[in-house]
Structure formats: structure tokens, C-alpha cells
């Protein structure tokens, strides 16, 4: 659907909606199941972006004030039930997400989505091997067109920062040819207080997101940067290096001990995904949790019963000598406060799984590691089927309010038509490199994009749909 098509109504409480012209964003029917964590979280981002959302859930208790406050309709329902999915308007769907807890349900509503009509289906799974290419096909032939699996994705974030201990976050772009780092400025930082259009000369690298307290900026040549700044980078591998250099991480070591505070799925998944040479203890205070990742990890991760809270539990264990402390338990502040902790104890990195989204600010401002949000993660990842631009990955930087995309650009595209300077992108907006074939090009004000280019682009949080038509 382009933007200037006529586009689906709303749900009757919203009064319905009819949007033409250029520039708009084409307002989209999706039906979300499940309102859990990751659905609710899915579903008030895209009420905000005032999309025509339909949540569905067995439970009339966690639908509750969801429908009074946020623009959406709420159904109490199956979403195995043919007559609710009718009733929720499958057959008009351009989305449908399942991402209820029980898979089979997920997979099954997706089928049932899909033969009633709706246009893409994803569902949230909790088996690897599913994610194989051809078991997607395979599901894809019975029409569940995309598997999701946030734990599994919140894990291989985990293992990223752990295998780079200087980094906040870690992507990559069209296997690796780009990659995009945040890293936390601290006083020693070789790039402080000067303008970035003079550090930036002949080096390496894009500055494209600055986090600043509270404040998500989009920098321009003029802006400084300050201690305490979460700032992220663009670049390629070689030149991880001299980044570290100039970030002042060079004395930050190899992880070599990790303790794991919650012994959760994205706890277990973690433990695959992290090299050989770590050394892994779980502490769970569960005991059949404990037998159940007996069961799961390798033989080489230990697992402890106990509680991850306990000082002297924590003292027994090592943790003076442990290099990097995660904590993945089902509780925010517990996780936040454990972290806290372990800093204080000497801990080097820290990891903490901040599900609320509320306490990620807070999180931040306490100095506590990097933070790992599996609905943001899962957002990230369902958002991109939203667009109509050919895109590869989207992805919500979880400290700062803003939003990256790799947009594969079309023939006859907005960008081929004039150079980066004077292609006129919104304010907000900055394109942080492209990649052109199997080569990573770091983008300048002369760059000329070409049609087949992978582009990144950097904006705040909201933008995507609104910049996406520059690439069709």
C-alpha cells in the first residue's frame, strides 16, 4: 500500500479513518494475540503511530484499561477460535502477530489468520531448530511467513556485548560488512569537547546517535561530545581498534568469568552463544529450574541453586574474580539493583534484563552496564514488516529514543536522484553508511547511492514510515 492509496478504516470505536496525498503514512489493520509483555509493548507503539490495532487475548484481566487508554480495540478470545479471528477482521489484516506463550497457539492462529485472508502472518516461537531455512519454508508454505524468537534474540545480544566487553550495543549489517556500536564515553574519551565535524576528519567512522541524559540527539558537524554520553558509531571491523582507542576502552580486558543471575530461556540460549574459552555459572533459586538447565546447557556451565541476592552466596561463588555479571531474572528492579551490586563488588561489565521500559532511563542514569529488552527487540523486528520499502533489519536502540533501518534501495529511487547533500531528508534523519555489493562505504555529502544499495539509516524513534518512500 503507498501513501497515496486509500487506506483501511478504523475499528468502530475509533470513528474511522480515509487518508490520501503525499506524505502520509498509509494506516495499516494489524491484529495482535497475545497481551503479554511483547504484545502489549507492540501493540501501544503502533496505537501511536495510530495504525488500526486489534488485540486479542483469552484473558479479560490483561486486556483490562488497555482499550480506555491507548487507541486500539481489546478481544477476549482465542485466537485459535475461526468465528474471534473473523470477528477481529483477519480477513481484512494487513498483520497479524502471535506472540501468545503457548507456540502451538501461535502457529495455529497464524494458519488460521492467513487462510481467512490476512496478508503477512508472524508468529513468537520458542524452538531453534524452527528457525532453520528449511523449516521457515516450511511454515511458510502453511502460511506463517515469519518466526520470531525474542529470547533467542535478547540472548545473541548478550553474547555480543560479552565478546566485545567495551560496548554497550552491537549490530551488524548485511553480515557484518558494517557494524554499529554504542559505547559510553567516560572522562579519559580522546574525543570530548570538540566539535565532530573536526574529530571526524579522515577517521574511519560516523557519529549518527548521541544519548545525552534524557535527550536522543541526531548530531550535526557542530556538536561536542560530552563525559557521560552514550554515543553510537558507525563503522567497519578494521577500524574497531582505533575506535576503542579513541573511546578510551583500551584498558577494558577479555571476559574470561561470566555469572548468570536467573536461570531463564534467554539465560540457557546464552550460554550456547558465548565462546568456548568463557567459563558460565547460573545461579537459580529454583531447583527444578536448576534440574531443567542441568538438562539444556553443556556439561562446562555450572549451575547453582541458591539466590543470586545472597551476598555470601555471591562471595562463595567468586564473583570477586568473575569478570562479567548478567542478570536475567523476571524481575526489573531485582536485576537493576543486582547489578548495582556486583559493580560495587569489583564486577567489570554488567548485563541487566530491564523488561519495564519505564526503568530504562533509571537504569541508565545508575551507571549499571548495558540493558537488555526483549520487547524492544522483538518490536524492532516486527516493525520492518510493517514497511513498504524493501528493508533487512530495523532495529529500537534501547537507551536511546531512536530507531535504525537497512533499506534496500529500488530502481528509480528518491536517493539515486541527486547526491547525499542535496537529498533534502527530514529533519532527524542521518544515513550512516551503505554497503554496495560486499564492500562497507562510509557515507559522505558527495556519496551517490545506487539502486541494489544496502543503506542504514539513523532517526528518532517514529520516522521509518515516514522516510521510507526516499527509497522506493
Known amino acids: 500500500m503507498t501513501s497515496a492509496e486509500a ?23 494489524i491484529i495482535i494475540a497475545g497481551a503479554g509483555a511483547v504484545g502489549t509493548h507492540l501493540a501501544k507503539m503502533l496505537a501511536d503511530e495510530r495504525h488500526d490495532i486489534v488485540l486479542m487475548d483469552a484473558s479479560e484481566e490483561r486486556l483490562s484499561n488497555l482499550e480506555s487508554n491507548f487507541d ?6 482465542r485466537p485459535t477460535s475461526i468465528n474471534s479471528l473473523k470477528d477481529a477482521g483477519a480477513a481484512d489484516a494487513d498483520l497479524f502477530v502471535a506472540v501468545t506463550p503457548e507456540e502451538s497457539t501461535n502457529i495455529t492462529s497464524c494458519i488460521l489468520a492467513h487462510s481467512l485472508g490476512a496478508k503477512k502472518t508472524v508468529a513468537r516461537i520458542d524452538n531453534y531448530e524452527y528457525l532453520q ?12 511467513d515469519s518466526l520470531i524468537y525474542p ?4 540472548a545473541k545480544e548478550i553474547a555480543d556485548g560479552l565478546h566485545l566487553s567495551w560496548i554497550r550495543q552491537w549490530w551488524e549489517f548485511s553480515g557484518g560488512a558494517l557494524v554499529m556500536l554504542g559505547v559510553k564515553l567516560r572522562d579519559n574519551a580522546l574525543i570530548l569537547n570538540t566539535p565532530i565535524f573536526q574529530i571526524k576528519k579522515e577517521h574511519p567512522y560516523h557519529i549518527v546517535t548521541i544519548k545525552r541524559m534524557g535527550e536522543t540527539i541526531i548530531p550535526g558537524g557542530a556538536d ?10 558507525m563503522t567497519t571491523k578494521r577500524s574497531l581498534p582505533y575506535i576503542r582507542k579513541i573511546t578510551g576502552k583500551e584498558e577494558h580486558s577479555t571476559i574470561h568469568n561470566i555469572m548468570i543471575m536467573g536461570g531463564s530461556r534467554i539465560a540457557m540460549r546464552a550460554t550456547q552463544l558465548v565462546s568456548d574459552a568463557m567459563s558460565v555459572k547460573i545461579i537459580e533459586n529454583d531447583l527444578s529450574r536448576c534440574h531443567w538447565l542441568t538438562d539444556m546447557v553443556d556439561d562446562s556451565v555450572m549451575i547453582i541453586n541458591g539466590d543470586g541476592r545472597d ?3 555471591l562471595e562463595e561463588e567468586g564473583i570477586g574474580k568473575v569478570d562479567a555479571f548478567v542478570a536475567l531474572t523476571d524481575s526489573s528492579e531485582t536485576n537493576i539493583l543486582a547489578c548495582l551490586s556486583a559493580k560495587r563488588m569489583g564486577v567489570f561489565k554488567t548485563i541487566a534484563e530491564v523488561e519495564n521500559i519505564d526503568y530504562i532511563g533509571m537504569a541508565e542514569s545508575l551507571d549499571i552496564g548495558a540493558v537488555i529488552n526483549k520487547k524492544k527487540i522483538a518490536a524492532s523486528y516486527i516493525y520492518q ?11 529500537c536502540l534501547t537507551f536511546a529514543n531512536a530507531d535504525v533501518a537497512e533499506f534496500i534501495v529500488k530502481e528509480g529511487a528518491r536517493v539515486t536522484r541527486s547526491l547525499v547533500k542535496d537529498i533534502a531528508l527530514p529533519k532527524g534523519v542521518t544515513i ?15 556519496t551517490q547511492i545506487q539502486a541494489g544499495d544496502h543503506v542504514v539509516v539513523f532517526c528518532l524513534s517514529s520516522m521509518i514510515k515516514r522516510i521510507e518512500k526516499y527509497f522506493n
Open 311 to 313: 551476598y555470601e552466596l
Open 432 to 446: 550512516g553508511g551503505l554497503v554496495r555489493g560486499d564492500e562497507g562505504i562510509l557515507v559522505t555529502g558527495h
Open 151 to 154: 529470547e533467542m534474540l535478547a
Open 224 to 233: 561536542e561530545l560530552r563525559a557521560g554520553d552514550i554515543v553510537y558509531f
Open 7 to 29: 487506506v483501511h478504516g478504523g475499528s468502530p470505536h475509533k470513528g474511522g479513518r480515509c487518508l490520501k496525498g503525499r506524505g502520509v503514512p498509509s494506516i495499516m489493520k
Open 385 to 395: 514488516l510493517l514497511l513498504d520499502a524493501d528493508v533487512e533489519n530495523v532495529k
Open 133 to 144: 531455512p528449511k523449516n521457515k519454508e516450511f511454515f511458510k508454505n502453511l502460511g506463517v
Open 72 to 77: 486500539l480495540m481489546t478481544i477476549a478470545a
